[in-house]
């Protein structure tokens, strides 16, 4: 069911969220074994948090649509007194003493937490291959990936070990997995959510967002997570609409634009006839659909990873084996003691990106790389902000290929880098963007279509993401494993 459906039965008492919550943990505990969502369960929380919220579904008090409601999240989210890792061995055993902001609004809410989900170590990654916990494996098939770096949020969430849960998007990471796993996955507008309690992998592309089960259960997240927020100063100070009540359905009138350079040779073709194939979904419902030009595109992805990776570097560069996280045992000297516990502490991929950061930051290369992908940057949003005078949301593929094999590209880092051909140019921009499911390879797998809107457009977007769901059923298949 989804996490709307189970909203109302709590509310009209239909089911008690301490039996739902118990519900979920025999899921986890009997099912998970199979896929490696959960790097950390919370059964004695949980239920703690489930009996405080049937009193207040007893009395009425203060009811959310979240109240009772199991949530997971992904374990880059600072939890009180719930340990936090982001997947990596040099933060094994790291227990905040706060709350990030969107943990702390859902607690507030009387969210109740399942537990932390799996993840590429500090959110780097395509594939959710570099985790210290292990690889997490599609629901649909065991041997395939399940996208990164979300990929324990958009599995568990297909595979009905959660009901609703939180990822973050820095390159594509909501929406990879989400359209590999068929889920829907939203990466709000930068600065609609507040990062404050987020571990930073890249400060100016990292954003918060759901996956869930479909488009209503994520306007119902985004509603609750989404607002401004003084500890995080890149937090935007705009009202925050009424999402589900903005889901209408109707798109008529509308105009999907249809870029061009996302429709390039090496895609899939099951992949580009699914999401062409959605085009005219919705122009059968009464929109327009036009053909577009991003000119700088192709330009998106050496961008990025010079961006990501230099700012990686500078957020890193606190792990170092003495304000907390992993401390390397023996005698060191302090530069031989941090050289000793990052070594141990981050996955090679990590250590590769740190590296790559480091050096487009050194004296002599800033302005030859830094600054040039910055400049880029800027030719890459006003692409879109010149595309979006013509029309009112752009419909483009998520991925060039559906869920790969586990183990396929994890030694060609350039290969596993364009995964996310498609997905990066919204985070660089700073755009809304979601993927939902539009089709299913002739092997069984899901393919997921993005739609990417105009900046703080969450409910515009949501609404053309709704009137296509109500039009076809690929939200309503489920895998089984």
């Known amino acids: 069911m989804t996490a709307a459906q189970l909203s109302s039965m709590l509310r009209e008492r239909e089911i008690s969220s301490l039996e739902l919550t118990k519900a979920y943990l025999d899921e986890i505990q009997r099912r998970d074994k199979k896929l490696n969502c959960y790097v950390l369960q919370c059964p004695e929380l949980a239920l703690e948090q489930a009996s405080r919220a ?4 007893a009395k009425k008090d203060s009811l959310t649509p979240f109240t009772g409601l199991p949530i997971a999240l992904k374990d880059i989210f600072i939890t009180q007194g719930v340990e936090t890792t982001c997947a990596s061995k040099i933060l094994k055993g790291y227990i905040p003493p706060y709350d990030g902001n969107a943990a702390s609004r859902l607690k507030a809410a009387g969210a109740v937490l399942l537990g932390k989900l799996n993840m590429d170590e500090f959110a ?15 629901p ?19 595979a009905g070990l959660a009901p609703i849960a939180l990822g973050t998007d820095t390159g594509g990471s909501i929406r990879q997995p989400a359209a590999f796993c068929g889920t829907v996955g939203l990466k709000p507008t930068y600065g609609r959510v507040s990062r404050y309690g987020v571990i930073a992998f ?24 989404a607002g401004h927020d003084p500890m995080d100063s890149t937090s935007i100070e705009t009202p925050v609409p009424d999402y589900v009540a903005a889901l209408k359905g109707d798109v008529k009138g509308k105009t999907i634009g249809v870029p061009a350079e996302y429709f390039v040779s090496g895609i899939d073709t099951e992949v580009e006839s699914a999401v062409r194939a959605a085009a005219k979904t919705l122009e059968g419902l009464g929109a327009r659909v036009v053909e ?21 570097s500078a957020n890193l560069a606190r792990y170092d084996g003495i304000r907390f ?22 996955g090679a991929e990590v250590a590769l990106r740190i590296v790559v950061g480091t050096y487009v930051l050194s004296s ?6 830094y600054l040039k992908a910055q400049k880029v940057r800027t030719l890459i949003k006003n692409d879109f902000l010149e595309a979006f005078k013509s029309c009112d949301a752009i419909l483009a593929p998520v991925t060039p290929t ?12 350039i290969q596993m880098y364009l995964n996310d051909i498609f997905t990066i140019p919204v985070n660089l921009a700073g755009l809304p963007g979601m993927s939902l499911p539009c089709g299913v390879t002739g092997s069984g797998l899901p393919i997921g279509m993005q739609l990417i809107g105009k900046p703080l457009d969450e409910a515009g977007l949501m609404n053309i993401a709704y009137a296509y769901e109500q039009a076809t059923a690929w939200h309503k298949n489920i895998p089984v494993f």
């Open 202 to 225: 890249a400060s100016s592309l990292d954003q918060v967002g759901p996956i869930a089960q479909d488009v209503r259960d994520c306007a119902m997240m985004l509603g609750a997570i």
């Open 140 to 158: 649909w098939n065991q041997e395939c990936t399940p996208g990164g770096s979300s990929g324990g949020s958009a599995a568990a969430v297909a």
């Open 364 to 369: 002599g290369y800033y302005d030859a790389y």
């Open 402 to 413: 559906p869920p790969f094999k586990l183990g396929e590209k994890t030694d060609d880092p």
């Open 124 to 138: 780097m990654g395509s594939s959710n291959e570099f985790s210290s916990f292990g690889p997490v494996k599609n």
């Open 292 to 312: 577009i030009s991003l000119p700088h595109t192709k330009y998106a992805l050496a961008c990025y990873y010079i961006i990501a990776p230099a700012e990686a």
């Open 54 to 57: 049937d009193e207040r579904l």
């Open 325 to 346: 996280g992993h401390r390397a045992s023996g005698n060191h000297d302090l530069a031989d003691l941090f050289k000793a516990s990052r070594t141990e502490g981050f």
